[in-house]
């Protein structure tokens, strides 16, 4: 079955360095564009970043741009989210999901991690 | 403030059909863009639940169906049930901020 499973969250202070990663399996994770989209507590969805199915292209959200890198290792059915200079304002819940669109950036996210938190703290 | 705008809350008792709005703009669903929406449940990841304005992933039951009319898009939900408690999340594109945008969400209560 599709599965997406984040890691790499936890408590940094502002300015730190946070990489995130996520394993996915149970389809070709090469076929698929993926994204990540972060939830700050008590707040609503809000997409960060998305990155084609061969890694060539990405998108970032205007709050992130600059600071927050999207990669992938189609070898490893591995994305990936590093992320510099965090600020408060990036504390949130961030998933990774699964774009349900084969090759395409439909935008639809059929597939989602449960999660993993990052804590930005002064 | 999202660019795509949802009611905050909406409620109905059990067997009503009740509807959430998700007003957008020229630059996004009146642009032509697809609307995709979500259900979340506390602690829990958001779930897929209408994608392409009306098509529904497999296992989502067509209680659920959703509509696009110039810059506003409708989720509408026949039926309701307790089970279908939870924060509900409208998205699509934006062509000036050049990404994917998400509504504010809709919190629904089941009476």
């Known amino acids: 079955q599709v599965q997406v499973v984040e890691s790499g969250g936890g408590l940094v202070k502002p300015g730190d360095s946070l990489r995130l990663s996520c394993a996915a399996s149970?389809?070709?994770?090469?076929?698929?564009?993926m994204a990540w989209i972060r939830q700050a507590p008590g707040k609503g969805l809000e997409w960060v970043s998305w990155?084609?199915?061969?890694?060539?292209?990405?998108n970032y959200a205007d709050s992130v741009k600059g600071r927050f890198t999207i990669s992938r290792d189609n070898a490893r059915n591995s994305l990936y989210l590093q992320m510099n200079s965090l600020r408060v304002e990036d504390t949130a819940m961030y998933f990774c999901?699964?774009?349900?669109?084969?090759?395409?950036?439909?935008?639809?996210?059929?597939?989602w991690g449960q999660g993993t938190l990052v804590t930005v703290y002064s | 403030q999202s660019v795509l705008t949802q009611p905050p809350s909406v409620s109905g008792a059990p067997g009503q059909r009740l509807t959430i709005s998700c007003t957008g703009s020229?630059?996004?669903?009146?642009?032509?863009?697809?609307v995709h929406w979500y259900r979340q449940l506390p602690g829990t990841a958001p779930k897929l639940l209408i994608y392409?304005?009306?098509n529904r992933p497999s296992g989502v039951p067509d209680r659920f169906s959703g509509s696009k009319s110039g810059t506003s898009a409708s989720l509408a939900i026949a039926g309701l049930q307790a089970e279908d408690e939870g924060d509900y999340y409208c998205?699509?594109?934006?062509?000036?901020?050049?990404?994917?945008?998400f509504g504010g969400g809709t919190k629904l209560t089941v009476l």
């Open positions: 149970g389809f070709t994770f090469s076929d698929q564009y």
């Open positions: 392409g304005q009306n």
């Open positions: 998205q699509s594109h934006d062509i000036i901020l050049i990404g994917w945008l």
């Open positions: 020229s630059s996004n669903i009146g642009a032509g863009y697809d």
């Open positions: 999901a699964r774009d349900g669109g084969r090759l395409s950036n439909s935008g639809a996210y059929d597939y």
């Open positions: 990155i084609s199915s061969s890694g060539s292209s990405t």
